[in-house]
């Protein structure tokens, strides 16, 4: 199948916010069990910490924990029904 794959990633980035553990200056740390690909592509945009080690998780850059929730609210926050 033919996708868009920079839909994907913000998708995945956006899902990365639900799996956050712990968070500092240096960025958060967020649970990495989403596609390998979409994770290869976002450790290449800067976003993420190298995916391919033994760890379960990842490390979200500050730019990426940023990017996260923006993309996140975006896509996933319930707008507030007027009275």
């Not at 639900?18 to 596609?35: F, M, Q, V, Y």
């Amino acid at each position: 199948m033919d996708y868009d794959q920079d839909k994907v990633d913000e998708m995945v980035l956006a899902l990365l916010c639900l799996t956050i553990c712990e968070e500092n200056e240096w960025g958060a740390r967020t649970w990495k069990s989403h596609d390998w690909d979409a994770l290869d592509r976002l450790h290449t945009k800067g976003y993420i910490s190298d995916p391919k080690s033994k760890a379960k998780s990842v490390v979200l850059s500050p730019e990426g924990v940023q990017r996260a929730r923006e993309l996140f609210e975006r896509n996933f926050a319930r707008v507030a029904k007027s009275r």
